[in-house]
Nanobody, 122 residues
Framework: VQLVESGGGLVQAGGSLTLSCTASARTFSTYAVGWFRRAPGREREFVSSINFSGTRTDYDDSVQGRFTISKDNAANTVHLRMNSLKPEDTAVYYC????????????????WGKGTLVTVSS
C-alpha cells in the first residue's frame, strides 16, 4: 500500500488547513488510518486515528476540538481538517495505515507516507 499526503503549507496562527492521505490499495476500506507528526527536535507523536469504517475516531488532547479526521473509502482517502492552528502545530505530518486496528502507537501501522510539512506562523 502506498500512501501519499498532501495539503500541507504555510498558514498563519488561527488559520486552517486540510491534509489528505490517498492510498493506492483498492482494499483501503479494510485499513485503519492514523495521523502522526514530527516537530523539529521532537519524536514522532500521535495526532489522530480513524477505524476502517470511519465510524470511530481518536484525537490527542492537544488537537481535540480543533482537528477532525474523516475517511472516504470510495475515494481511498483520509482527510485531516485542522482549524485554529497554533505555531506549536508546526511539524511534518504523516499518515499511516494499519491492517489490524486504529492505534496511538506507531508500531501498530504497517504502511507510512513520506509526510507533508505544515508551518504555522505566529
Amino acid at each position: 500500500v502506498q500512501l501519499v499526503e498532501s495539503g500541507g503549507g504555510l498558514v498563519q496562527a488561527g488559520g486552517s488547513l486540510t491534509l489528505s492521505c490517498t492510498a493506492s490499495a483498492r482494499t483501503f476500506s479494510t485499513y485503519a488510518v492514523g495521523w502522526f507528526r514530527r516537530a523539529p527536535g521532537r519524536e514522532r507523536e500521535f495526532v489522530s486515528s480513524i477505524n476502517f469504517s470511519g465510524t470511530r475516531t481518536d484525537y490527542d488532547d492537544s488537537v481535540q476540538g480543533r482537528f477532525t479526521i474523516s475517511k472516504d473509502n470510495a475515494a481511498n482517502t483520509v482527510h485531516l481538517r485542522m482549524n485554529s492552528l497554533k505555531p506549536e502545530d508546526t511539524a511534518v505530518y504523516y499518515c499511516a495505515a494499519s491492517s489490524t486496528r486504529a492505534s496511538r502507537l506507531t508500531r501498530a501501522y504497517d504502511y507510512w507516507g513520506k509526510g507533508t510539512l505544515v508551518t504555522v506562523s505566529s
